[in-house]
C-alpha cells in the first residue's frame, strides 16, 4: 500500500517534522531549535533550519533587519488570518526590528475606497496580530526609503520590489524570501546562510543590453521584458541609462514580478560592482541582447490599447515625498481633469501634509497603508484603467481589470487634459 | 522509469503530471479558489493544477506566492507534489505549511522524460528522492520505495 499524505494545513505537522544536522548551529541555535526559547522560536528555528538545510547552508546569518509581504486580507486570506493565530497562540515575537507591507486599504480613508465591512474587519485582524507579534506598521512596499540600511547588511526581506532595491541598490543582502518564511526568520533574527547572502552568488551570470533606442522606452516596460526573457540568477546590465530613482524603482519592482531574479547589477549604480569589479569578467558573460520585439512581446501581455479608462494610477511602488513633489510640480499650474489616484506610505503623507492638501484640492485622490494591487479598485468604481507600473499591470490584468501601461509623464499630461 | 532528485519538503504523492516548461506566479498566476492558471499567455493559461503531479522550473513573481500554494491547500485545490528544476524560498516556504511534498533537482531532464498526463509517482525521504514515472498509464507498475 502506497501511502499519500493529502495537502492541507496542519500546524501539528510542521511542530513535529524532522529538523536536520547538515546545518552548523551556534549555541544559542541550538537551544531555539531544542524549545529552550519558547515554542514559536522553535518552530521558527526548524522551518528555518529545515529550508537551510534543503538549500545547502552551512550555517544560519544573523540578520539585522525584516520586511514581511502578504498583509493585505485580500492575498492572504483566512488561511493566512490562522497561520498569524497559530503564531500569537506560540506566543512569537520578532526579535529584529521588523515592517509590513500594504494592505487592502487605506486606515483612515478606507470609507472613501468603498471597503466592504467583513473585509475591514478581517484586515485589522491581520494588522494587530502582525502587531501583536512586533510588527511596525510601516504599511509600505518601499521600507527602502523608511528605513536606514547599509552597503554588506543581512537582512530578511519579502516584497520583491524591495528586495531588488535592497540588494542591487543598497547592496543589503536578502533573498526573495517568501512571506512567511520572512515571518520565521524575524521570530529567530536569522536566515539561512544561502544564495545572495553569499559574495559568490551576487556574482553576474549573463550580461544584458537594450535596444539602443531605449531612452524611449519605459523603465517598467524593460525591466519586465528583463525578468521575462532572462528568468533567473544575477544580470548584469550594461549602459543602464535610467538615473532617476522613480525609473529604477519601476524597473525593479517589473524585473520582481516577471522573474525570481533577487539582484540586478546596474552599471554605475550597484554598489556590488565597485566591490567585485575585479571578478567580473565581462567578455567571458554569457550575452543576451533584448529586441524590440521581446518588448512589444511583453507589451502585449501586460497592456491593452485604451482610448478611455476609468481612472489613471501612479505609486506601485508606494511613491516617495519626491516622487509626489515631481508630480505635483508637473500639475501645479495645470486642471486635472481625470481620475488621478496616487498610493503612497503613510509616512510620507504626515510629513507632506501641505503637497498632499494641494494634489487633493485638485481633485486627485492620495491614498496610504495600500495600493493599487492589493486592495480592491473594483468597488472604487474602475474597471479599465491606466498606470505606469508593468508590476502593477501584470497583477491587475491577472485580476480580470483591462489595463493600459504608459508612461508617468504621458499620464500626468492625459489626466491634466494635455 | 526512476529520476533521483533532492528533498526539500519530505512525502509522498502520486497523481498525473503536468508539465510548465515556464515558471510559475503563484500570487497573481494561480487562482486561489479554484487552481486554474490564469496569467495571460502562459502556455498552461486556463488549466487546473489541482491533484496534479506539478512540474516546472521555478516559481517566479511575488513573494505572497507562499500563501497562494497554503490557500489551494485549504480549499483542496493544490498539485499532490511539485517538482522544480531548482526550489526557491517561496516556493518552499508554502510548500512546507501546507505539506506538499517537494523535490527539486531532478537527476535527468524531466521535460524531455515527463508529458502530459504519464502517471507519476514522487517519494521524498530525508536522505533520498526520486520521481517514479509511468508512461501514460496507472500507478500499479511502479515501485513504492525509490
Redesign the interface.
Known sequence: ??????????AS??SQ??F?DNVFLTKIEEKMLNGEMGEAVQLAAR?VV??GD??GAERLVPIEDAHI??ISFK??????LD?LKMLIEKEAKFAVPTTINPAGFDLKKWGKMNVDKKFLDKQREVIDRLIKIGAKPLLSCTPYEAKRLSYGQHIAW???NA?LYANSIIGART????????I?EAIIGRAPYTGLHLDENRLPEVLVRFPKDGKALSPALLGYTL?FIV??GVPYIEDFIFRKMSEIKLFLAAV?????IGLVLLEDVSPDLKRFWKRIKKTELEKIEITEDEIEDSR???SKNLTKVDAFFLGCPHLSARELKEIYNFLHNKKVKERLILFTARRVIEEHTNIVNRLESKGIEVYADTCMVVSDIGRMGVRRLALDSAKAA??L???GYEVVLLDREEILKIASGG | MKIKA?????????GEALVSEN?I?F???VD?ETGII????HPLEGVSIANKILIF????????????I?????N?V???AIVNL?????????C??????LVDKPAKNIFDIVKNGDYI?VIAE?DSACILVSRGSV?EELP?TC
Open positions: 500500500m502506497f501511502f499519500v499524505q493529502r495537502p492541507g494545513y496542519r505537522d510542521i517534522s524532522r536536520y522551518i529545515k529550508i534543503a538549500l509581504s502578504g492575498n492572504i486570506g483566512e488561511s493566512g497561520f519579502s516584497e520583491s528586495v533573498n526573495r524570501e517568501g512571506g512567511p518564511l520572512a520565521f525578468g528568468k533567473k520582481g514580478a516577471s522573474s525570481s502585449s501581455k501586460i501584470y497583477y490584468t491577472a485580476q | 533532492r528533498t526539500i519538503v519530505e512525502g509522498r504523492a502520486e515558471p506566479s500570487y497573481g498566476g486561489p490564469r496569467e495571460k499567455g522550473p521555478y516559481g517566479k513573481g511575488s513573494t505572497v506566492g507562499s500563501y497562494v497554503l490557500a489551494l491547500a485549504k483542496n493544490a498539485p499532490r531548482e526550489s526557491e524560498p517561496i516556493i518552499i516556504i508554502g512546507i505549511l501546507a505539506s506538499i511534498p509517482r530525508k500507478s513504492s
